[in-house]
């Protein structure tokens, strides 16, 4: 018998699980290397991003978790940034 | 000359209220129309619903919108549809409609749309009964996405738009594992839009894929999920019946 969360693949898909029922993010990427959760992706808020790491974290079995996921920019655009489309 | 502002994958929440509004107050002088291109929630609930209202309800611009899959959820998505009307949003459900910005007549068909794949790669409508009914959704969205871009082209638009949530293409998806293509778009929506024809398509749901493609036939294509434009909403302009054949 083998513990799936000891199998990396099948974590990764336990925390993505986790993350997308608990924090609502569904396009975090998750990657298993040498025992260390990363976590990667951009997110609306930083309160979410401390969401998708709780999440993670409580689906990871004491594997330590990387949060490398970034927040999302909304500043305005300048009028240099329209784009004309003809 | 439209300017054309546009936004997908709000997201809104009772966490993130009124951040949002700014940015739509602020549109005035910058942009003629503001389309938004689903996933206005997190889990579509008729809460976050009125929250995405109270986000938008005060554009200076007239707002049209398309719901997202995040928007069906909770299986409140006709409430919030109805919510977003009674605040004066135009909501496409596999429809169109016509509004004058400034003396020129813009016509946006769209809806949430679906997925199913990209040529060479897409799911066919074969096999066990739910297998169809995924592929069957997008086709009978599809049909109407074109019957409705040939109503507003045949109504006279000058400038004509197809708004969805899902992608037509799959050059905007780059970033996005290839393994969830299907489950991000469809190609049926864009041999729809090149049939019918229009100056632009516009879409969300894939935060991880890129701004810009274009269609076989050359419709040009932007995913403006918020995500991807690192910016509170896009702007295109575009001229009059300049792009179509
Ligand atoms: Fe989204
Ligand atoms: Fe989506």
Redesign the pocket.
Known sequence: MTRTEDVPHYLVEHIRARVAEEAHELGVQVDVREGKVYLRGRVMSSERRRDVEEAARAAAHGHPVCNEVSVVSSREPDEGEQERLS | MIRVAAV??I?VGADTAGRYRRHVTGLAGHADVLLVAG?LTRHGTVEEGRVAVEELKDAPVPVIAVL?N?DHHSDAQDEIAAMLRDAGIIVLEGDGAIVDCDGVRLGVAGGKGFGGGFPGRSAGEFGERVMKEFVRETRSFSERLRQALTEVNEAGADVTIALTHYSPIKETLAGEPLEIYPFLGSYLMAEAIDEAGADLAVH??A?LGSEKGVTSAGTRVRNV?LPVLGQAYAVYCLEPAATRA
């Open positions: 997908g994958d997201h996933d997202g995040h969300g749901h935060h999920a």
